[in-house]
């Protein structure tokens, strides 16, 4: 299976990790403190969907696939390698979803695909990794693509050290009021920002 270390990410991996996992990487990279982490890729989840005989479902983007996601044992092997990967980013840990079309050119996904705050290491974590994996099926997320781009290329996940901030917010470095490329704007929150 292989889960990757943020740091053995590189510019040639986007498929196999999705755009929030790669913009991640690009950040440890640049030297930007990031809370560790650890991403399951996107072929774990594939080979969940072909164990569980639901992979014919998912190419087709049936929306139903969304709960049968969430009923089926992760893989056995796949629970003791993510256990392993995740020992060392502490008790509470944030789990969030990195789709391959996630933060492209032409399409954003923002607050359609599920992170889950606050998890605990144990079966809680692998209830919270198939809750992003079903997102990619949920029924907003396929209406947002019927428009847009056709079935679900593929979701890999982030498991992240969870950090308890004052503050938190997100940068638009254009601004989505007036589209400047001249001007960035700021949106924040006291606390977490769900």
Known sequence: MAVLRLEQIGPRDLRRVGGKAMGLARLVRAGVSVPSAVVIPVDVFQKFLKSHGLWDRARDGDCS????????????????????AVSR???RLA?????????????SFAGQYATVLGVSPGADLFEAIQTCWASAY???VLAYRRGHLGTPGGMAV??????SPRVAGVLFTINP??????EMTVESVWGLGE
């Open 158 to 163: 982030v498991i992240q050290t969870m950090v």
């Open 65 to 84: 696939l969304e709960y049968a996601i969430k009923e089926a044992p992760l893989l056995v092997e796949s629970q003791q390698e993510i256990q392993r």
């Open 89 to 91: 980013l502490g008790k």
């Open 138 to 140: 949920a029924s907003s």
């Open 95 to 107: 789990v969030r979803s990195s789709g391959l079309d996630e933060d492209g050119l032409n399409s």
């Open 177 to 182: 009021m007036n589209g400047s490329w001249r």
